[in-house]
Nanobody, 125 residues
């Protein structure tokens, strides 16, 4: 069983940067691919970014490519999402998720087994 806990969300202005974190406990962290998803009010959950177990492979949604960076620290059992040049449309609850396949950087929600509760990111215009 893997527990995931996000932190670092908040209220920022358009153009600002923010870094959210996801701390994992239980299991062997480097054995899991990790992903970030987000859900805005009234919208479906969508893929943001994913990283393989040792961090060698990354995948990004087109909407965040060149603005967001996913990374991980397998000593601290933590995955990060650095968000730059934030836009109001980035406002959402950001959740991390663990994929039991360490080589996969999937965009599909159903490929992820464990989920955190999420952290709110609000970008004002």
């Amino acid at each position: 069983q893997v527990q995931l806990a996000e932190s670092g969300g908040g209220l920022v202005q358009a153009g600002d940067s923010l870094k959210v974190s996801c701390a994992a406990s239980g299991g062997t962290f480097s054995s899991y691919g990790m992903g970030w998803f987000r859900q805005a009010p009234g919208k479906e959950r969508e893929f943001v970014a994913a990283i393989s177990g040792i961090g060698s492979i990354r995948n990004y949604a087109d909407s965040v490519k060149d603005r967001f960076t996913i990374s991980r620290d397998n000593v601290k059992n933590t995955v990060y999402l650095q968000m730059n040049s934030l836009k109001p449309e980035d406002t959402a609850v950001y959740s991390c998720a663990a994929d039991l396949s360490k080589l996969r950087v999937s965009e599909r929600i159903h490929d992820y087994t464990y989920w955190g509760q999420g952290t709110q990111v609000t970008v004002s215009s």
